[in-house]
């Protein structure tokens, strides 16, 4: 098991730009979690998904702001239109489907905007 | 929604001291309490957690303990080492939609 993999490990965006972060979960796993990291701050929920279904996004920006979880292939958290205030670590979790239990992490995703 | 918090945010001990970092959850219904260590660089790592129908839990120099009644939850580091120095994060988790939130995060330093 591969465990969760982010990709790309650091992404570079132009502001305006698009910027597409991908999460592939552990294995047999179908509940995602996006968390922002700002420096030197802590753990932001963004938004919660199982497969095919956003559950929670009430901690994401409503505007240029969006996130799936198709039934093949990786979540995705998508940023339109970027500004500088974007930049940070994203990292996603996984989880399983059963009773509550650890959530296991990815490498994350630095995004900076330039 | 749930809503945790963590005390202090920053904490510097001694190398061989005890150090306690402290949260507080608002939902009662949440029953799956996590701590995970970030590393600088890292993505977090858990550590220890512990289910609502225990008090407390203990891992060699780690020890969390509940109290649901309060819903307090602490994490128990004793004889700290330098390789202890990092983020720490806890949370909360609630049953039936494994809802999963954390507190800001404590930074600790232990000095040599």
């Known amino acids: 098991n591969a465990g969760v993999m982010q990709n790309p490990r650091h992404l570079v965006r132009r502001r305006g730009q698009e910027a597409r972060l991908r999460c592939s979960p552990m294995?047999?796993?179908?509940?995602v979690y996006w968390y922002r990291q700002l420096p030197e701050e802590g753990l932001k929920f963004m938004v919660y998904?199982?497969?095919?279904?956003?559950?929670?996004e009430s901690g994401m920006p409503k505007e240029r702001f969006s996130a799936e979880f198709p039934k093949e292939g990786p979540s995705i958290l998508r940023i339109q239109q970027v500004v500088r205030g974007d930049s940070a670590a994203y990292f996603c979790a996984s989880s399983p489907l059963d009773l509550n239990t650890e959530a296991f992490f990815g490498q994350g995703t630095r995004l900076t905007v330039v | 929604g749930e809503n945790v918090e963590q005390h202090p945010s920053t904490l510097s001990v001694q190398e061989g001291d005890s150090a306690v970092i402290k949260c507080t959850y608002s939902d009662s219904a949440s029953n799956y309490f996590p701590w995970y260590k970030q590393e600088l660089g890292k993505r977090p790592q858990l550590i220890i957690d512990?289910?609502?129908?225990?008090g407390e839990k203990k891992d060699q120099r780690i020890a969390v303990t509940l109290n649901k009644t309060a819903k307090h939850f602490s994490l128990h580091i004793t004889e700290t080492q330098p390789e202890d120095s990092a983020v720490y994060f806890c949370a909360a988790s609630r049953p039936h939609n494994n809802d999963m939130r954390f507190g800001a995060g404590t930074r600790l330093t232990v000095k040599p």
């Open positions: 512990i289910r609502s129908n225990v």
């Open positions: 998904l199982q497969k095919e279904n956003i559950i929670d």
């Open positions: 294995k047999g796993h179908s509940h």
